[in-house]
């Protein structure tokens, strides 16, 4: 099993006799249904459906301080924290940015030899593993404890990026990018039976409507890695962005339906000059049949 401490991560607590229904009125993901020991990944939307910040949500067990902490981009923790706040009102809250305190330790490639306080299975794709919430000083001992072979976040990242999971900032830019366009109904972030929550009648529309037009999409490049926001062609048509890349593995942000044009044309896809494969290309092909009007 391997572990890496994820610096890019910060810690965001919600607490308060108010806190699970403040945050389900406002989130992707049904709070109501959340425990201890466990997480739900979701997001928080503008208004107009857009991805503000995305975040895997635990909640405490009382003996470890209850509330709830939310995993989120350490660079967005204080904005999430601000945000919150003024969502707040009179709503019996406390919301508090942990992050210079608290990080987030990633396991993956096996099982937890024990499991310390405030870990979790990611929700969002069992090869993703466990998360644990540690502060940084104690990494290695908390990887120690749970079995784990300490690497560093490099690794985590490349794993994350053959196993097909966006982030953000790197596979699409936050306030630009829709839930569906993200894979998000995919990874089981959002829940399309709770109630109302910011964004939620754009996203609600989509979903009914078929499967967005533009998809984060697994593929293969051969030859260097292509910087994430680099044009991708088909032929001479722009088809898509790059996002992330490991070698060979990488994300990109594809129109599906020009994507399956090209490719029943017979076109290749390229960025910058270098050949892209499709990882799963029957997928696409499915995804590009549903249009989003």
């Not at 940015?97 to 990080?103: A, H």
């Not at 593993?129 to 120690?144: E, T, Y």
């Not at 900032?169 to 839930?179: E, M, R, T």
């Not at 399309?192 to 293969?220: L, N, P, W």
Request: with cysteine.
């Amino acid at each position: 099993m391997k572990a890496a401490f994820l610096p890019d991560r910060g810690v965001v607590k919600v607490s308060g006799e108010a806190a699970r229904e403040f945050l389900n009125g406002l989130v992707t993901t049904d709070v109501t249904l959340l425990r201890p020991g466990a997480a739900r990944f979701g997001a928080l939307l503008t208004p107009q459906g857009k991805i503000v910040v995305d975040f895997l949500l635990t909640e405490a067990a009382s003996d470890e301080g209850g509330g709830f902490l939310i995993d989120c981009p350490r660079a967005l923790a204080q904005a999430l924290s601000d945000k919150l706040g003024f969502y707040k009102l009179r709503a019996k809250v406390v919301v508090e940015n942990l992050s210079d305190s608290l990080g987030v330790l990633a396991a993956w490639d096996g099982e937890l030899a024990t499991k310390p306080d405030l870990a979790f299975a990611d929700p969002r794709q069992p090869a993703l593993g466990w998360r644990v919430l540690v502060a940084g000083p104690l990494a290695q001992k908390v990887a120690d404890l749970i079995g784990a072979e300490m690497v560093d976040s490099a690794a985590y990242e490349a794993h994350r990026i053959a196993s097909g999971v966006p982030r953000g900032g790197l596979d699409f830019i936050y306030g630009d990018a829709f839930p569906h366009e993200t894979n998000m109904d995919h990874l089981h972030g959002v829940d399309f039976d709770k109630g109302c929550y910011v964004g939620q009648e754009v996203v609600s529309r989509m979903q009914h409507r078929g499967t967005a037009r533009t998809r984060t999409v697994r593929v293969i490049v051969d030859g260097p890695s292509p910087e994430p926001g680099a044009t991708i062609l088909a032929g001479d048509k722009t088809v898509g962005t790059m996002g992330s890349t490991a070698a060979p593995h990488g994300l990109a942000l594809l129109r599906t339906d020009r994507v399956a044009d090209a490719l029943q044309a017979g076109l290749s896809l390229t960025s910058g000059g270098i050949p892209i494969r499709l990882a799963d290309s029957d997928e696409l092909l499915r995804s590009s049949k549903q249009t989003v009007a």
